[in-house]
């Protein structure tokens, strides 16, 4: 799967052309990143990277040994020992390049967005669904916060 999201998303590094990791999004790490950096809003780009998958997931939490873990581990040591959880989303299976507002996207596709939103706790106001600079959207938060 993290082959095929590489390639689908051309994530190689443009100065070294190194194959970036990628996976599902890490909605844990990300409710950190929004914590410790003061984020009121979020930017999902590349959503139509997913247009072809039979199903999507997003990690909303850890375990270690079986034990779930409220927030992000502090201790490398932890984190190496996370096991994510993952709420599954049925896939949309179609081209995605072509909305322009969040109901033209598929029901899954806007639940996937959703979902992110409501798991990193601070509103998404842009959402990438193409390579291109206008290929973007305005997402309607369904949460509160302070977005322009």
Not at 7 to 36: K, P, S, Y
Not at 37 to 58: G, H, I, P, Q, W
Not at 124 to 144: A, C, H, K, Q, Y
Request: with cysteine.
């Amino acid at each position: 799967m993290g082959e095929k999201l590489v390639d689908i998303g051309r994530e190689f590094g443009t100065v070294t052309g190194r194959r970036r990791r990628t996976g599902w999004v890490d909605c844990v790490m990300l409710r950190h990143a929004v914590r410790v950096n003061s984020l009121t809003e979020l930017a999902l780009t590349k959503l139509d990277v997913l247009d072809t998958f039979d199903e999507v997931r997003v990690c909303t939490g850890y375990t270690i040994d079986g034990v779930p873990v409220h927030g992000y581990p502090d201790l490398s040591e932890d984190l190496a020992r996370v096991v994510p959880t993952y709420a599954t989303i049925p896939g949309w299976k179609t081209e995605l390049r072509g909305c322009r507002s969040a109901s033209d996207l598929p029901a899954p596709a806007r639940d996937f967005v959703a979902t992110v939103e409501r798991e990193a706790g601070v509103p998404v106001r842009i959402v990438g669904v193409g390579p291109e600079r206008d290929d973007v959207l305005e997402w309607p938060s369904t949460i509160g916060g302070t977005g322009s």
